[in-house]
């Protein structure tokens, strides 16, 4: 009797245990994006570059449903590339602040397609002037999840499609934006989320 008893109180554990882990209430990680882009005009080489980091804290609501806040920092080098349009080229850094909501639309296996909404603040300086770039941004885009394990999922994402609306300031002049953006943004981004 006493061995039944043991062994159902094993039991009883492990099925709790087991029942627990797999109950994470938060998640924190981030992404990191870098591009680099060297082009060749009349033997003269230029290069432009930058990179982001963006760390991020979420609640996790079901397993398919995520809200939480995100900070970023962004350092971008255009500035002597002729292939850019002249009013893109720049040397600038931003820091911005957001809120994003996140729901899987695809559950194949380990892989998870998420819709990622979200509202932001991001303000940009330009080196070289006084100029400060205020904007307040709202979006819609894509992410790919894959669950490494029950805790550790790997995250690629990108900006190249995003439905948006962006409302700023730029010096003197206020910018509006509202549409579909294809291929402006960055290239992917990775990251990582650990649930706890």
């Keep these: 009797?006493?061995?039944?008893?043991?062994?159902?109180?094993?039991v009883a554990l492990l099925v709790t245990a087991a029942v627990s882990a797999s109950a994470y209430e938060f998640t924190i990680g981030g992404q990191v994006g870098y591009f680099y882009q060297k082009e060749e005009i009349n033997s003269n080489s230029e290069k432009g570059s930058g990179?982001?980091?963006?760390?991020?804290?979420?609640?996790?609501?079901?397993?398919?449903?995520?809200?939480?806040?995100?900070?970023?920092?962004?350092?971008?080098?255009?500035?002597?590339?002729?292939?850019v349009d002249p009013d893109d080229r720049v040397k600038a850094t931003t820091l911005g602040v957001y809120l994003f909501?996140?729901?899987?639309?695809l559950n194949p296996g380990p892989f998870k397609v998420f819709l990622r909404g979200d509202i932001?603040?991001?303000?940009?300086?330009?080196?070289g002037n006084d100029d400060r770039e205020n904007v307040i941004s709202v979006g819609i885009l894509p992410?790919?999840?894959?669950?490494?394990?029950?805790?550790?999922?790997?995250?690629?994402?990108?900006?190249?499609?995003?439905?948006?609306?962006?409302?700023?300031?730029?010096?003197?002049?206020?910018?509006?934006?509202?549409?579909?953006?294809?291929?402006?943004?960055?290239?992917?981004?990775?990251g990582l989320k650990f649930a706890f």
């Excluded at 009797?1 to 094993?10: I, S, W």
């Design 143 to 190: 992410n790919v999840q894959y669950a490494l394990s029950d805790r550790l999922t790997l995250i690629v994402s990108s900006d190249v499609l995003r439905l948006g609306f962006i409302h700023g300031k730029k010096g003197d002049n206020k910018v509006t934006n509202f549409g579909f953006n294809v291929g402006d943004g960055d290239i992917a981004s990775v």
């Design 51 to 83: 990179f982001s980091i963006a760390p991020e804290f979420a609640k996790i609501i079901d397993e398919d449903t995520n809200v939480g806040i995100g900070l970023k920092y962004v350092y971008e080098d255009t500035a002597k590339l002729q292939s």
């Design 101 to 105: 909501g996140e729901r899987a639309v």
């Design 120 to 127: 932001g603040y991001d303000s940009t300086k330009y080196d």
């Design 1 to 10: 009797m006493r061995k039944l008893v043991t062994a159902v109180f094993a």
